[in-house]
């Protein structure tokens, strides 16, 4: 099992200060080849880095947690908790430890503490560090292996996916829920599975390839980048309306001073413009259809694509701002232009009158 703890940490991260910052615990960078091939293109691979072991409680338990983080481009540190999970497990008690593991434990505190450890380090690589805000949460179910059950496709009826999924030990789902939940089956082969959530995965493969994870980790980021964009967004509007709103009081006339409004609207489309595009480049499916079928589906269940055109209809706010700011600075101009016209041919013929006198 793997509890996934996501922070906007910083504007980006420079990958390769990382890997000389923390040449002693980096281990690499992530590479998604399922099949020892290239069918996913990482535009900049994240950062692995290996923090050691850590005590976590679930529930009255203590666990003793393999703890990684990977620091991305797009100014991104997740934070992994392996937990194993014995041999043997019953399926009842996993579904205890999911309930807990939603619930009851110490994931976010122990996480916030190497969030902080991280980030002081990464300080020098670092552009736009910033205080955390807000925190994405993910759990992973990766089973290797099943007993009594021959192949990965006979879960479904062997077990109570929902119940695991949703963390539910006690009480029996609706019909209509667990179809919703087992209606996002995704399988390669007879051997492998995944079910996708918009809170937990199952994901059963039996080479212990971790490229579905990875590529939900990758949907999580993506969440947590746009999320802290909409947050963000709303934040800088309301003061570009503020300073648009304390230029247009009637004593303010004279000291309007609308460059500046439309330089800021302009730096805040490019900023956010530009962190979109850097977010949504940063992985492409080249021809694993499979992988894509995950991400995609991740994207759906998290509502990525209504949190996009959330952020896409802010920034059409701020261009339209810009845009309308510019028309009245013109419309100025012209005026101004016009009382000087005006001016000088008002001058033209007070002067031909007094000549004519």
Partial sequence: MVGLRVYDVADRFDLKAVERL??????????????????VDIREPPVTLVLGTRAVRLGAEQYSAEVYARVWDYGVVSVQFHLPIPSGTPWSKLVTLAAQAEDDNDLDEVSLVQIAEVSRELQPAAEGLHPVRGVEDYIVYLLDELAGVNQACELPAAADLPALILGEPIGTL????????????LAYSKNDLAVVDWNSAVVVEPTGHRA????LEF???HLTEFRYFDELLDERLERLYASVAAQRQPGAFMQRDFQNLIREASALYLEF???????????????????ANVFRTAVARFDLKEWEQGVMRKLDIVAKISELLNGEVNVRRSHWLEIIIIALIFYEIVAAALKLS
Avoid: Q, W
């Avoid at 609706?174 to 089956?185: F, G, Q």
């Fill in 22 to 39: 923390m040449e002693g615990r980096a281990k690499g960078r992530l590479h998604i080849a399922p099949n020892g091939g290239h069918a």
């Fill in 174 to 185: 609706s019909e209509r829920t667990e179809r919703a939940i087992l209606e996002h089956t």
């Fill in 212 to 215: 579905v994870f990875d590529v």
């Fill in 219 to 221: 949907a999580v980021t």
């Fill in 273 to 291: 413009s530009d962190y979109v595009e850097r977010v949504e480049n940063s992985l492409k499916f080249v021809g694993d259809l499979h992988l």
